[in-house]
């Protein structure tokens, strides 16, 4: 296995949440082609993170409403395009692909080598070694695309970079026309809580979170431009709860209440 940093090490941390979710509560979330590589993945990482139910299903929870977005975004713009920014290990074209939708995903070097070992690329699903926040990436979409309209995902990425990275990379984006942007976030408590608990239990307490949202609307309007709030969701508002172990919907439920972990969804 290629030596991975830090940051990037977690990405087995939502590969083993879809897992859970699909082995054990897959009214949340299934999927198959994790499920295939279940026994391709370090045994003693499995181990390791294969205890919490709640923060498995954290993990299950964000790809379930990145999926609910990608869906609703083809459905409004069939002619729409999905760039997943720190792609990771996920599989979201196998769960959401429609059959001619055109899907980039984008991560560091070392970890697209090591994605490209797992899961080969698939027809329409095209990798790219870079940097998320230099435009390297969005040139070459736009180059292949044109004026298509497209969706860039960063699911789990921002938590790790400070607010002025995240909102130029929000403006280097809008400069190329025609792009939503949806993520997920935490607010001031959820990150104080996310340092304290979440990474601890994955195994990455010493993984650096420095960003956080309290108002969608307030990171729009530092974004300038013409960047308009599309939606700002408590993250479990959509994902089912039957069947959940009663520590786990009361974190939920907390978390909702408080606002402490959230989608947002930008049209730049």
């Known amino acids: 296995m290629s030596k991975l940093g830090v940051v990037e090490d977690t990405l087995f941390v939502p590969m083993l949440g879809r897992i859970y979710a699909s082995e054990h509560c897959s009214q949340i979330l299934y999927d198959k082609k994790a499920l295939e590589l279940k026994n391709r993945l370090p045994l003693d990482l499995i181990e390791q993170n294969m205890q919490n139910q709640y923060t498995l299903l954290a993990s299950a929870s964000r790809s379930a409403n990145m999926d609910r977005i990608i869906r609703s975004f083809l459905e409004r713009r069939p002619d729409g395009v999905i760039v997943q920014l720190g792609c990771g290990l996920e599989t979201t074209y196998h769960r959401c692909d429609n059959g001619k939708t055109h ?54 990425l921002f938590h790790y970079f400070e607010e002025h ?28 809580m996310m340092k304290k608990k979440y990474m601890k239990q994955v195994g990455h307490a010493d ?29 479990y508002r959509y994902i ?18 408080f606002k402490m972990v959230k989608m947002i969804h930008l049209k730049l």
């Open 103 to 156: 899907w980039y995903a984008v991560d560091l070097p070392h970890v697209i080598e090591y994605r490209r070992g797992l899961l080969p690329e698939p027809e329409r699903e095209f990798y790219i070694s870079g940097d998320a926040f230099v435009k390297d990436w969005i040139i070459k979409v736009r180059n292949d695309v044109l004026d298509a309209p497209v969706l860039v995902t960063a699911g789990g």
């Open 165 to 192: 990275k995240v909102i130029a990379l929000l403006r280097m984006i809008g400069q190329f026309g025609n792009m939503e942007v949806v993520f997920d976030t935490v607010n001031k408590r959820g990150m104080t």
């Open 207 to 235: 993984a650096q979170m420095l960003f956080y949202v309290d108002s969608a609307e307030e990171l729009a309007a530092k974004s300038g431009g013409n960047v308009k709030v599309i939606a700002e969701e408590p993250y």
């Open 240 to 257: 089912p709860k039957n069947g959940l172990k009663l520590s786990t919907k009361v974190s939920m439920a907390v978390s909702d209440q």
